[in-house]
């Protein structure tokens, strides 16, 4: 599975194995361009480094390799972890947002929900930390739009809305946005935090469609 005669864009990394260990590379392709541009940043810092293996592990891409440069590895092993990261938040198949999901057999996989179908394997979410945080960005930007209408009301209406209610609504938009994203730009986790909006975007446009 995946030679690099059915997936000709990972040849220059299946050549990065050692042909002993054989030179297999067992993802799908929704992971790809992932492993490629990862190869490209990881060539400029040791252009001579070493894949052993790169596999799914429950659900999450797992990146082994080696460098003759010990003073580069950490350098290196920090993009590894960036990219396997980045793979967490999006399905094996098709490289859309994509959350853990299980089969009725027990397989775990990373899959959007229409692959997760396609598979006809019984695939439910057991992960939604994304769904979670995605769904209160909508409430934070729904609240958000709410308290600027209520500060540019007309004076005879605004005088029927209270501060405590103008509070509440200022408090539920903040406290939505530190539960969705707020706290993951804190902890520099940046790249799920766009996620996190992007899948938001695409509830929005959910919501809009009739
Ligand atoms: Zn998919």
């Given at each position: 599975?995946?030679?690099e005669?059915d997936?000709?864009?990972?040849?220059?990394?299946?050549?990065?194995?050692?042909?002993?260990?054989?030179?297999?590379?067992?993802?799908?392709?929704?992971?790809?361009?992932?492993?490629?541009d990862?190869?490209k940043?990881?060539?400029?810092?040791?252009p001579?480094?070493?894949?052993h293996?790169?596999?799914e592990?429950?659900?999450?891409?797992?990146?082994?390799?080696d460098s003759?440069?010990?003073?580069?590895?950490?350098?290196?092993?920090a993009?590894?972890?960036?990219?396997?990261q980045r793979?967490?938040?999006?399905?094996?198949?098709?490289?859309?947002?994509?959350?853990?999901?299980?089969s009725?057999?027990g397989a775990?996989?990373r899959?959007?929900?229409?692959?997760a179908?396609?598979?006809?394997?019984?695939?439910?979410?057991v992960?939604?930390?994304?769904?979670?945080r995605?769904?209160?960005?909508?409430?934070a930007?729904?609240?958000?739009?709410?308290?600027?209408?209520?500060?540019?009301?007309?004076?005879?209406?605004s005088?029927?809305?209270?501060a405590?209610?103008?509070?509440?609504?200022?408090?539920?938009?903040?406290?939505?946005?530190?539960?969705?994203t707020?706290?993951l730009?804190?902890?520099?986790?940046?790249?799920?935090?766009?996620?996190?909006?992007?899948?938001a975007?695409?509830?929005?446009?959910?919501?809009?469609?009739?």
């Amino acid at each position: 599975m995946n030679t690099e005669d059915d997936h000709p864009e990972l040849a220059p990394i299946l050549r990065r194995i050692p042909p002993e260990w054989g030179r297999n590379i067992e993802i799908g392709p929704g992971w790809h361009s992932i492993l490629v541009d990862l190869d490209k940043v990881l060539a400029e810092v040791d252009p001579d480094y070493v894949v052993h293996q790169i596999k799914e592990e429950g659900g999450d891409l797992d990146f082994r390799f080696d460098s003759g440069h010990t003073d580069r590895y950490q350098q290196m092993r920090a993009l590894v972890r960036a990219a396997e990261q980045r793979a967490s938040h999006l399905c094996e198949e098709c490289g859309k947002t994509g959350v853990l999901h299980r089969s009725r057999d027990g397989a775990v996989r990373r899959l959007c929900v229409e692959c997760a179908a396609a598979a006809q394997q019984g695939y439910q979410a057991v992960s939604s930390d994304l769904e979670t945080r995605a769904a209160l960005y909508r409430v934070a930007q729904q609240a958000a739009a709410l308290h600027r209408l209520l500060t540019s009301l007309p004076p005879d209406a605004s005088r029927r809305i209270s501060a405590g209610e103008m509070d509440r609504v200022s408090q539920l938009a903040s406290h939505a946005l530190w539960a969705s994203t707020a706290d993951l730009h804190e902890r520099g986790e940046y790249a799920y935090a766009k996620q996190v909006v992007a899948r938001a975007a695409e509830l929005a446009a959910g919501e809009e469609a009739p």
